[in-house]
């Protein structure tokens, strides 16, 4: 059995990181979606809130998993006996970074291979950052993330709008 991590912030989860997921989890017997604490990166939504909302939008694809880490990847894949890093790739933008952190997965674990898949065109653009200021300026995000995080963050702007 083929077990891929794929490990990212999701904060939130977009459309483009879901197509990744679905397809990884036709490509593998189990795919573990692992939310990780980035010290660099300030999240606008805590980790069990992220959870949660994947959660509900994974419903129904019975091979992921969605779990939580704090620390190194390798580590994570070694604990859960994965073989493969899946990384989403929008744009040339991004290869230079996924690359030089595939390579060094690599050093760490030498039995850690990493995949790049592409989300479709319709997805590409996305980007957690620019769907947060959206949603959180009252814009539409129907289309651009699943059902649950547009439920979320539309409760959100109703709650801190007056009236």
């Known amino acids: ?77 070694r604990a859960r006996n994965a073989k493969v890093l899946i990384r989403g790739l929008r744009a040339i933008s991004d290869f230079e970074y996924e690359m030089q952190l595939a390579q060094l997965n690599k050093n760490l674990d030498p039995n850690l291979d990493t995949i790049f898949l592409v989300p479709r065109v319709e997805n590409n653009f996305l980007s957690s950052s620019i769907v947060k200021e959206i949603a959180l300026l009252g814009g539409d995000i129907s289309g651009i993330v699943p059902e649950p995080v547009k439920k979320y963050f539309e409760d959100i702007v109703k709650s801190n709008k007056p009236g």
Not at 1 to 24: E, K
Not at 59 to 71: A, M, T
């Open 1 to 77: 059995m083929t077990t891929a991590i794929y490990p990212g912030s999701f904060d939130p989860i977009t459309n483009g990181h879901f197509d990744v997921l679905s397809r990884a989890s036709k490509l593998f017997d189990k795919v573990i979606l692992v939310v990780l604490s980035n010290s660099g990166k300030k999240s606008c939504l805590p980790t069990e809130t992220r959870i949660k909302l994947i959660k509900e939008s994974v419903e129904g694809i019975e091979n992921v998993e969605v779990d939580s880490y704090n620390g190194l990847t390798v580590e994570y894949a």
